[in-house]
């Protein structure tokens, strides 16, 4: 898993509750608690300070800080680890300390598993448009071709239909697509019929590439 660090500076204004000469001592702790989104927790300063110069006496103070930091990123919150990378402090005035805190967080991301539209939202524009162009023209493909399909089927029954049934002496007929090699000529011999025999049952007068004539086969 990949691991990703955050380093905050956090820059705090203390105002005391208490009117001090000098700061003794002071000390910083901190605790947190972690989820998937968030990192939590308290950081305590405490420590000692006289009231008055000549003081013998000291006093304590406590003061807890409450932070928390969003992650960009959902994270294994067990594998989180909060370091303290430096503590400052400056005196500002008798009441008042500004407390500088620099902290890391370092964590594993947790990869998701996209939903359906989280996909669907992730797909850009254009690819989208893509896939349904795609679509669209398979469409036209089926449609066309299914159109062929009737025409050709068509075009067999018309001229199956226009056989002269009247007519007992053919009992078989080949249907015949024009090729480009073609004639009447080459026709005739291959089907060992006439040009006259063909013009009783197909208009010859202005025959094309992909025609279908048919041709009846005479019983000997």
């Known amino acids: ?76 919150e067990e594998s989180v680890n909060f370091e303290v990378e430096d503590f400052t402090y400056e005196v500002i005035d008798n009441d008042t300390l500004r407390v500088n805190i620099e902290y890391s ?7 998701e598993e996209e939903t359906e539209e989280e996909l669907f939202k992730r797909v850009e524009e254009p690819e989208f448009d893509k896939i349904l162009d795609e679509i669209e023209s398979n469409k036209e493909t089926e449609v066309k ?10 075009t067999k029954n018309t001229i199956l239909d226009s056989i ?17 090699t073609d004639t009447i000529e080459s026709i005739c011999i291959k089907y ?11 208009d010859i007068s202005n025959l094309s590439l992909g025609d279908k004539i048919i041709i009846p086969e005479v019983n000997e």
């Open 192 to 202: 060992n019929t006439s040009k006259n025999i063909i013009g009783d049952y197909n």
């Open 145 to 154: 071709e299914k159109k062929e399909r009737d025409i050709e089927d068509e």
């Open 164 to 180: 002269n049934t009247k007519d007992d002496a053919y009992v078989t007929y080949h249907i015949h697509e024009m090729k480009e």
């Open 105 to 111: 967080i370092n964590a594993e991301e947790v990869k």
């Open 1 to 76: 898993m990949k691991k990703r660090t955050i380093i905050i500076l956090s820059i705090i204004i203390l105002v005391l509750t208490f009117i001090f000469a000098e700061i003794l001592s002071i000390s910083l702790e901190h605790d947190f608690t972690a989820n998937p989104e968030e990192v939590l927790g308290n950081f305590t300063i405490s420590g000692d300070y006289k009231t008055h110069e000549v003081s013998v006496n000291k006093e304590h103070f406590e003061y807890v800080l409450p932070f928390s930091v969003n992650m960009t990123n959902k994270i294994n």
